[in-house]
């Protein structure tokens, strides 16, 4: 009887142990890496040339320069092929590359016919979140960006990673509603200059459509 | 003088050897019971699985009447399963040793009509596949179940009911695990046996510690048993439809529970008796309690159900009293008529003395019973969505299509299977407390002879 | 994972039911729907297939009561046994209500229905294991279950039919429940571009489908909270309050007054206190 | 967001649509996938378009004759729903059921899309070229008065091409026909205030006595019916209006009543007519004409031959003479009769008598460009072309969209006839039963995709000019606009005229910027001016008013009271609903499972019985019955409905479809088909309600799919749809 009792107490105790430990030591994913598969893309568009440090050979160019939608719309869209030509009919230097005449010949139709001009480039999603969610750029650029003014790369680095030392994009977040979640819960100030916080929404139907 | 239970001199060794004969050598029924079981199955399978892949409209509910057969015979099956804990728990505090050489097959049967319960909440789910939603498990999502809901109270009070009715019969089977051990040719038997068995000899320690735990899993069980069903029954009764929000529904359903759960044991005590011959153990008089105790339960669920009535009846809830009326009137009429008679007209047959004993009347009896008693889920279930409050949403005609009642038949059959396989493998009379039966019988039998006997001498002087 | 996070959620989401202490910070969505002015034109209704990615189930599906309207519209008649209905019939467009004290809230076991901070009764597909207890509890039997897979196995949307289908709505598969939800994708995008803007949104910035459809204007849709919002306004001057069971116009004291009031709830005293009030429809007495 | 500087042709052009990124699988996708799908990717965008975004482009329904300005919006390149435009004075922003599924016309996926030409029993896919070549090719040789056109209702910038070439040809025939449209009332409001389609001001009037006109459901232009009825039903405009319906079986309408009066089927003149003796007895200054015409008509006589009691005759006119001004309407029900003629014209004459002309009865601004006038669709045109064609007048006929084959009534033996045509052209958007008789099918664009423009025959303020403009990039090259039909048709024959159009695109802008002066575009650049136009969807045409007509007793015939016919003793109320109509609109899967206002009932048709005469018959609700006319019989299940004469039963048009598409095909039963073949004494017009027939269960029972429960419409004690007494609520103080 008294081995019993002792064992149940036992149990109980480690039960309790376990639920105050997970309680107290929950920790935010914010920071989980996972590495999403490489993309084949129709061209292989260095991120780290346009937007990578000067000092690494890049041109430091705003992420919103081309994904200009991002703080207006709730996806941030991929350029259209317009701006790309835009530069880079300036740009001698590399009109000869094979991605720069890849990319004019969607502009200009390529030699044999299989590609018309002015076609749109059929890029690949990177980060393709489930159809159920309703991820908004807008929102996030609003706050991080604009409110709480911090730089660019680092805002949208939160969850696209650090884009500028890639080439092609790649996925380096895991993307997942826990994932999101640890970063809804944070405390996040209002702004540049206030102590006060607030929290992401918890709401379901923030995210869910 | 009354019969007697039992046959005060059976020799132990003749019971073991009765016992373990059931094991080895059942009459052929037994393999017909097992194939029709199979080909139950068989049919409820293969209509889940259409189900499955094609959605739940292949049952034919709809949107106003979200929930068909399956609940009801969900709450059937969980009614069910209350007669073993009846019988093994609360009748062994009581020390009404009658019990003994049936409760080892009542106490089986609570533990496989529990998982029959717990098919059904599965095949009722839209998504099945996702259903450890339900859990209470730290995940990813931060997330957790509503606990607020009955339905999770639900799985939580099953999942808590079945894994101590396992225990609970496992642990109860221990000495006979060892005694089959101990009579066993080698084979995956023996192995079996003597796994399970945990080292057995027979020790008094063993004895002593064993009388304990068993006792006290017992005091644990019987507050679960009651209040799994009490929240089956706040699945209905803490929801704001009439005919289903009524405050008596918790001990109602209980007296329910255990009503069917009685009649089951008479129609396996009548089936085990004649399957595996033991006639010996599981006597006439021993049915003759149980009737009656089926009897009085039958009463206590008249008188309940007729508290319900009347409670509906003089409130001022218009919606509840329509949907009574409808019962009584409507589409359902056949089947809540069906019920009324099978749940307290039928019963009364057992009031009788001379039917007490009679096997072909018991049999019929007890089905009748049990087949009022699903009607009687039936009917809590469906007639308050043909009926509810929103006039526009009733419907006109809610017959389940044939998926839906080849996988409620075969849930007869996949308990069936396991009942019967379960009852092959294990000994389904509790060898050790049939002997102690017998021993305590022959003391006191004794006892009385020696009695009368000093009353003899007495009168001698 | 944290068990904080679990007490607080539950306070948080649970006791979204009308209480004095705790009112609703910027929004409370609600409606109004004058009867007097529904025609019974079921143009709400397909404005909703239209707007919400409906499935059209068809005839032998209908049958079976497999229909997917979440905004209904029903028809009554007079039960007074002439030989003609000769006041016309009355016409009910019935939709979720989003009870602020909904019934379906607290019985769903995995917690996909709830109450958002706008006072929307929410439904999340993904977490919906379709137990249906729900629907089983509506008093208004307004959610519609996905007996069949739509999409895909039943094929509702053959190519190019699919190219319809708003993108900023759920195509639900099989095995979810779903309901009314005031046009929410509506609602988020009008938020949104009113916060950019630093205010909150102004009446009549947002539009439910059916009410930019009614062509009689009978539905009023908009913000309790917002002083401006022409639906508060209806609810004031009919004196229909959210959080209270028993309007002024039930009561026997101000019988005078309140007989010219028409507004009112539907199973108000169940206590769900519903987000929809419906305006009584009104007959000429003189003919 | 309404622009349209942009290039139509390029805006267009973007990927994503039509693939991947459209077909949201529930809750299939639930985890993150990458490089599966294409992002959204443009080439050229105009600045404003942004992903996710939508952009609302103007355009005008086609689903009907109402004509109400729309506005589609558009995202990733795709259209997904409508919207009314708030512009528009017809419709303001609302939009009815109908006009929604003007997506489904244009996803629909059972749209013809390539031409078609009859080789024995099957389509052999041809193209354009050759198709346009063959025909072509037919009309040589035949003369022009036996080329003849069937069209619908036809109007705006594709009217004047289609007269063009009918010019071309040589004075070919054109026969415009709408199978439910208002045509006798048209030509009684003709004869009595000067105008086929007075404005009717509902939202003035103070009482509206409805002869069977169903203008909230299927009449004329309900949206903007419905608009003007919920200002009447308001106390703003001095007290809220009172709305009599009078009719035999209950339309959406008169399920809206706050009196609704079943009356014996034909005899709505009489009623008029007595009413105006009522008036006059009550004191009401009634002309002497009216007065003497309407003598004869006591309220015992009139009681006695429509069945209305002579209290509510009574009660009526006294109403009438209370509160004014009121407004008589004269609807399809008044005038589908052999004598529909003469009940228009006694209505007409009731209105009158009422002085509601000028003050409820308005008359509209006559059209400035009489070109683009609608040719208004009737039901004489059928007749006429189907003599034509059983006297072998018809050598080529061309039919734009109309589908006679579906609506002629038995009687004509229409499709008979059609087979002596030896080459038959049809414009179409399905394979409906009409196009399946043709000899070349040639496929049309959706109303979403084409240009074009079109002028609402009933007008809500002034005369308009609506634009019809794509809404997208055509989802099958194969298709082509009509507009662009006929200009490439009227190149083979007037090749120097219209070689300067390079599409009907080109044709309608110049011919809009050419007169942009008397569009209200003076002074503005011919770009900016085009812009514009585009950008509000619609034109707002000046003109001058037209001037009122007196009408006059003296023409007045009186309508014949109601006849019996032992063999056959019910009549025939054919239901023109808002959902199906003529049952054009009969593939649009939403118009299909939207229910029946009245009856709930969805994909099927069924016949409206009183329960008195179901009773008398033994017929029970889901009873197969059978329909029996002298023109043919039809099966299909009873509903009883207490809205209905138990003179009459009604079964609803536009079901039963033998073609057409996947979702219209086998659904319920064509009425038209055992409509007897009776005319109006007056018009000529099919008269639809004359139809007599008699019927009998057939043994068989169906269980109704419907949305109504099993408690029926009862609500059975419960507090769920209230109806409150005018006296017991105060309107003038409502929000």
Redesign the interface.
């Known amino acids: ?1 008294h081995r ?1 009792l002792r064992l149940s107490v036992f149990f109980a105790g480690l039960l309790m142990a376990m639920a105050s430990q ?1 309680n107290t030591t929950a920790q935010p ?1 914010t920071t989980a890496d996972d590495l999403g598969p490489q993309v084949d893309q129709p061209i292989e568009f260095p991120h780290d040339r346009h937007a990578g440090d000067a000092d690494k050979g890049g041109m430091q160019i705003n992420c919103m320069y081309c994904h200009t939608y991002a703080r207006r719309s709730i996806v941030a869209g991929i350029p259209p092929l317009q701006k790309c030509i835009g530069c880079h009919q300036g740009i001698e230097s590399v009109r000869e590359t094979p991605r720069i005449k890849k990319l004019f010949e969607y502009w200009e139709g390529s030699a044999d016919g299989t590609i018309a001009a002015k076609t749109p480039i059929p890029w690949k999603k990177v980060h393709d979140l489930p159809d159920f969610v309703r991820f908004n750029h807008e929102r996030h650029i609003q706050r991080f960006y604009f409110q709480q003014e911090k730089p660019v790369q680092e805002v949208c680095g939160y969850c696209h990673g650090d884009v500028k030392t890639m080439t092609v994009a790649r996925r380096s977040k895991s993307l ?3 994932w999101c ?2 970063c809804h ?1 944070k405390d996040h100030p209002l702004d540049a200059t206030s102590t006060m916080t607030s929290q992401g929404p918890n709401d379901c139907w923030q995210c869910h459509k | 003088m009354t019969e007697k239970d039992i046959r005060e001199d059976i020799a132990w060794a003749k019971i073991n050897k009765d016992v373990l004969k059931s094991l080895e050598n059942p009459r052929k029924m037994y393999w017909v019971i097992i194939f029709i079981a199979l080909a139950m199955i068989g049919v409820a399978v293969g209509a889940e699985l259409y189900q499955y892949l ?4 292949v049952s ?8 068909g057969l399956y609940i009801a015979t969900f709450i059937f099956w969980i009614g069910m399963s209350h007669s073993g804990t009846l019988l093994s728990a609360i009748l062994h505090l009581m020390h009404a040793d009658w019990r003994k050489p049936i409760y080892r097959f009542a106490e089986a049967m609570t533990t496989f009509s529990l998982m029959t319960a717990g098919l059904f909440v599965m095949v ?5 596949w ?2 450890y ?2 859990l209470p498990y ?15 109270w639900d ?1 939580m009070a099953i999942f808590t009911y079945l894994s101590s009715s396992v225990i609970f019969l496992y642990i109860g089977m221990i000495p006979d695990l060892a005694i089959c051990r101990d009579n066993m040719k080698n084979g995956w038997r023996k192995k079996l046996y003597t796994t399970l068995s945990l080292g057995w000899e027979g020790t008094d320690r063993q004895w002593r510690n064993f009388r ?2 068993y006792l ?1 899993v017992a005091c644990f069980l019987i507050p679960l048993a009651v209040s799994v069903h009490s929240i089956v029954a706040s ?1 209905f009764a ?4 009439p005919g289903w929000h009524i405050t008596s529904f918790p001990p109602y359903f209980v007296a329910g529970a255990l009503y069917s759960g009685c009649a089951a044991i008479i129609t396996l005590f009548i089936i085990l008796r004649y399957v595996f011959r033991f006639e010996e153990y599981m006597t006439l008089p021993i049915l003759k309690k149980t009737a009656r105790l089926t009897f009085a339960i039958a009463m206590v669920w008249t008188y309940l159900n007729l508290i319900e009535f009347a409670s509906v009846w003089y409130g001022h809830d ?2 509840s009293k ?1 949907v009574l009326i409808y019962k009584a009137t409507g589409n359902y009429a056949p089947f809540w008529w069906g019920m009324m008679f099978c749940g307290s007209i039928v019963p009364l047959t057992l009031a009788f003395t001379r039917f007490q004993t009679n096997i072909p009347v018991l049999f019929v009896v007890s089905i009748l019973l049990n087949v009022g008693m699903w009607l009687e889920r039936w009917m809590i279930v469906a007639p308050t ?2 009926h ?10 809610q017959w389940p299509s044939f998926v839906q009642w080849s996988i409620v038949f075969g849930s007869f059959g996949w308990f069936a299977l396991l009942f019967m396989v379960f009852c092959k493998i294990f000994p389904s009379v509790s060898m050790y407390e049939v002997k102690e039966m017998v021993y305590h019988r022959s003391q006191e039998t004794k006892k009385k002879e020696l009695a009368s006997k000093g009353l003899a001498n007495k009168g001698a002087h | ?2 068990v904080t ?2 007490l607080e ?2 306070s948080q989401f ?1 006791h979204k039911h009308p209480v004095e202490d705790k009112p609703h910070a910027e929004y409370k969505w609600a409606m109004s729907i004058d009867l007097d002015a529904c025609t019974g034109c079921n143009a709400c209704s397909v404005a909703c297939y239209a707007e919400n990615n409906l499935p059209v189930v068809g005839k032998e ?1 209908y049958s ?4 997917h309207h979440w905004m ?1 519209i ?1 028809r009554y008649w007079d039960e007074d046994g002439r030989e003609f209905p000769d006041q016309g019939a009355q016409f009910l467009p ?1 939709m979720c209500q989003h009870c602020e004290a909904a ?1 379906c809230e ?6 996909a229905t709830n109450h958002t901070g706008d006072g929307l009764n929410s439904q999340v597909y993904n ?7 729900c ?3 509506c ?3 307004v ?7 739509y999409p895909t ?1 039943n094929n509702v949307w053959p190519e190019p039919m699919n190219q319809q289908l708003n993108p900023d709505v759920t195509v639900r598969g ?4 779903e309901k009314c939800t005031f046009c929410v994708q509506r609602l988020t995008v009008a938020k949104s571009d009113a916060r950019s803007q630093g205010r909150t949104v102004r009446d009549g910035e947002v539009q439910t489908a059916c009410q930019q459809a009614c062509p009689t204007g009978a539905i009023t849709f908009g913000n309790l909270v917002d002083p401006e919002a022409r639906v508060g306004k209806q609810w004031m001057q009919q004196q229909v309050e959210l959080a209270v069971d028993h309007q002024a116009k039930d009561q026997h004291e101000h019988a005078e007054q309140a007989s010219k009031l028409r507004g009112y709830r539907i ?1 108000e005293e ?1 206590r769900p206190y519903p987000s929809v009030m419906y305006l009584e429809r009104v007959r000429e007495s003189a003919v | 967001m309404i622009e349209n500087s942009f290039n139509r042709r390029d805006f267009l052009k973007v990927l994503g649509w039509g693939g991947a990124a459209v077909t949201l699988s529930g ?1 299939g996708n639930t985890s993150v996938e990458d490089g599966r799908e294409l992002v959204t990717s443009y080439s050229e965008p105009a600045e404003y378009v942004i992903p996710s975004i939508g952009v609302y482009f103007n355009s005008t329904c086609a689903q009907c004759d109402a004509g109400c300005n729309i506005m589609g919006k558009v995202r990733e390149g795709r259209v997904l729903k409508l919207e009314g435009n708030s512009q528009s004075a017809i419709n303001r922003g609302k939009m009815c059921g109908l006009g929604q599924a003007g997506v489904q016309a244009h996803y629909n996926p059972d749209r013809l899309r390539e031409p078609l030409l009859r080789t024995g029993d099957k389509g052999e896919a041809i193209s354009w070229d050759t198709a346009l070549e063959l025909i072509n090719a037919k009309l040589d040789g035949v003369q022009g008065n036996q080329i003849a056109f069937l069209t619908g209702g036809i109007s705006g910038h594709v009217n004047v091409l289609l007269k063009n070439y009918i010019d071309a040809l040589g004075s070919a025939k054109h026969f415009a026909y709408e199978a439910v449209a208002p045509s006798v009332v048209r030509a009684a409001n003709k004869k009595a205030y000067g105008v086929e389609m007075p404005r009717l001001r509902l939202d003035k009037a103070k009482v509206i006595v409805s002869f069977g006109a169903d203008f909230l459901g299927a009449w004329v232009s309900p949206v903007h019916f419905a608009q003007q009825y919920a200002q009447f039903r308001k106390a703003s405009n001095g007290g809220r209006g009172v709305l009599v319906q009078i009719e035999s079986k209950m339309t959406l309408t008169g399920a809206n009543a706050d009196r609704w009066l079943a009356i014996r089927p034909g005899t709505e003149g009489i009623l008029a007519l007595g009413l105006i003796n009522a008036l006059g007895a009550g004191g009401v200054k009634v002309a002497a004409d009216a007065a003497g015409a309407a003598k004869a008509y006591t309220p015992e006589r009139v009681s006695t031959e429509t069945g209305i009691s002579v209290e509510q005759i009574t009660k009526l006119a006294a109403l009438l003479k209370e509160r004014t001004p009121s407004l008589v309407i004269a609807g399809s029900a008044a005038e589908g009769y052999a004598h529909g003629s003469h009940n228009a014209a006694a209505i007409a004459l009731l209105n009158q008598a009422l002085g509601n002309v000028g003050k409820t009865v308005e008359f509209p601004a006559a059209l400035p460009f009489p070109q683009i006038a609608p040719t208004v669709g009737n039901r004489y045109a059928l007749h006429a072309l189907n003599d034509d064609m059983a006297h072998d007048q018809v050598k080529v006929l061309f039919n734009f969209g109309a589908n006679p084959v579906f609506t002629a009534p038995a009687g004509l033996k229409f499709k008979e006839n059609l087979g002596k045509v030896p080459f038959k052209v049809a414009f179409a958007h399905y394979m409906d039963e009409t196009a399946l008789q043709a000899d070349l099918v040639l496929p049309l664009d959706s109303a979403l995709e084409e240009w074009g423009t079109s002028v609402p025959e009933y007008a809500a303020e002034g005369a308009q000019l609506n634009v019809h403009q794509p809404l997208m990039e055509k989802l099958y090259p194969g298709t082509r606009a009509t507009g662009d039909i006929l200009l490439a048709l009227l190149k083979l024959r007037r090749a120097q005229e219209y070689k300067g159009y390079e599409d009907f695109y080109a044709y309608l802008r110049s011919a809009l910027v050419q007169n942009k002066a008397a569009l209200g575009g003076s002074g503005k650049d011919d770009d900016t001016f085009w812009s514009a136009t585009l950008s509000n969807g619609l034109v707002k045409l000046p003109g001058a008013s037209n001037a009122a007509r007196k009408t006059s007793a003296t023409t007045l015939v009186f309508p014949a009271p109601a006849a019996q016919d032992g063999a056959y003793p019910l009549r025939l109320i054919p239901a023109v609903t808002a959902n199906m109509r003529d049952g054009r609109h009969a593939n649009q899967p939403w118009l299909q499972e939207s229910p029946d206002p009245l009856t709930t009932i969805v994909w099927d048709s069924w016949v409206e019985i009183h329960p008195k005469t179901a009773a008398r018959l033994g017929i029970v609700e889901g009873d197969i019955v059978e329909v029996a006319s002298k023109s043919g019989t039809l099966k299909a299940q009873a509903y009883l409905f207490p809205g209905i004469h138990p003179d009459a039963i009604s079964i609803p048009l536009g079901y039963g479809h033998q073609a057409m598409g996947r979702y219209a095909k086998d659904i319920g039963a064509n009425a038209f088909h055992i409509m007897d073949a009776v005319f109006d004494s007056e018009t000529g017009e099919l008269a639809m309600h004359e139809t007599r027939v008699k019927i009998s269960p057939t043994g068989q029972r169906v ?1 109704i799919v419907k949305d ?4 029926g419409g ?5 507090k ?1 749809a209230v109806r409150v007494s005018s006296e017991k609520v105060d309107l003038s103080e409502e929000v």
Request: aromatic share 16%; proline share 5%.
């Open positions: 009887m019993f997970a994913l997942s509603m826990g979640v640890s819960e | 094609t959605g739940m409209g034919y509910k709809n949107n106003s009447h979200v929930w009722h789910l839209g998504r099945l996702m259903f939603y339900a730290p995940s990813e999502r931060w997330i957790w179940p509503n606990f607020q809901s009955p339905l999770l799985a304990i735990t006290t699945d803490m929801s704001q439809q218009q919606a329509d969505f043909a509810g409050y929103y006039p526009w949403a009733w419907d006109h005609d | 994972m944290s996070n679990l959620n539950w649970r599906k079976h009561g497999f229909s209904r029903e019935m019934p607290t019985v769903c076991p995995v917690g977490r919906c294991i379709g137990s249906r207890y629907e089983a509890n008093p208004y039997k959610r519609y279950f996905n007996w069949y897979d196995t099989k095995g979810v429940m199973f169940l | 809750c269980v109504e429960g099993s408690a009862k609500q059975m004690g419960k769920i």
